[in-house]
């Protein structure tokens, strides 16, 4: 069966971006040279570059035109390691480390704090009665002014309403990091965590901060650390849009990544 023209044209373009004819930054031609080119009507261009839009190889600019996506270096991160944060347990640590190591420039927003009844994943995950409430931290990460990912973290109230860890409610970074926080604050030290990680398309407000099109995958990380007793004393799920993230798992001692071969 033939393919409807306008993917015909579709892929046309798309292999002239991916053979680089067509450059990152590059501005594709107006509809109506377009439909010139390949004698189509203005509906079936704009089907095509619907379709290039959805796979993020383009993006249009109100009044300006259709550009080629600029290319997007992935961030490997590690996700295992000691469990102690001061060697990468915490997740805002781990993620200046990989960031650093690769000489990138990263952001963060400022921390929103919220009071709020958690999802089912996040209560089970947290072990609290249902209705129980939790504080929640979420904060969004850039590299290279590129958005990366999403995080949001989320703490037992009982840590707020005991009195021992009111700074969980300060919409601010804390430089020695959460975890450090907490064992000074209420004397629960992270020995564990466990990470479960899924893929799924995003939600609308993914799709806007990372500027990716509905069809797009992202991984979803739960991360649950356990203190000493056992407990679960925070949940973190990060959402990575997959087109510029990317995972290492370590077992054992193994050497640092080197992929490069000699010529």
């Known amino acids: 069966m033939a393919q409807p023209k306008y993917q015909r044209i579709a892929d046309d373009l798309h292999h002239q971006i ?3 004819d067509l ?5 594709l031609p107006t509809e109506a040279d377009l439909g010139e080119m390949y004698q189509a009507s203005r509906n079936t261009i704009r089907d095509a570059v619907k379709r290039l839009v959805s796979l993020g190889l383009v993006e249009t600019r109100p009044g300006q035109g259709t550009f080629v996506t600029a290319e ?3 961030l490997v991160t590690t996700l295992t390691g000691s469990p102690d944060h001061r060697l990468g347990g915490d997740e805002e640590i781990a993620y200046l480390s990989a960031v650093n190591r690769d000489h990138r420039t990263p952001s963060m927003s400022v921390p929103e704090v919220k009071i709020l009844f958690p999802t089912e994943d996040v209560r089970a995950r947290l072990r609290i009665k249902p209705r129980a409430q939790v504080v929640s931290r979420h904060q969004e990460r850039l590299v290279d002014d590129v958005p990366f990912s999403r995080q949001t973290s989320y703490y037992p109230m009982e840590f707020v309403t005991s009195g021992k860890a009111l700074q969980l409610l300060t919409a601010e970074d804390m430089p020695e990091g959460a975890l450090r926080y907490l064992e000074e604050s209420m004397d629960l030290r992270q020995v564990g965590y466990r990470d479960w990680i899924t893929a799924r398309t995003p939600d609308q407000d993914e799709q806007a901060f990372f500027r ?3 069809d797009a995958t992202v991984f979803e ?3 649950t ?3 000493q007793n056992k407990t679960p004393l925070r949940v973190t799920v990060t959402v990575f849009p997959a087109d510029r993230n990317q995972f290492l798992v370590n077992v054992g001692e ?3 990544p080197q992929y ?3 010529g």
């Open 221 to 223: 990380i739960f991360r």
């Open 225 to 227: 650390g356990f203190d």
């Open 72 to 74: 997007v270096d992935p």
């Open 18 to 20: 991916k053979r680089r």
């Open 23 to 27: 450059r990152p930054g590059a501005q």
């Open 254 to 256: 193994v050497p640092d």
């Open 260 to 262: 490069e071969t000699e």
């Open 212 to 214: 990716i099109p509905h």
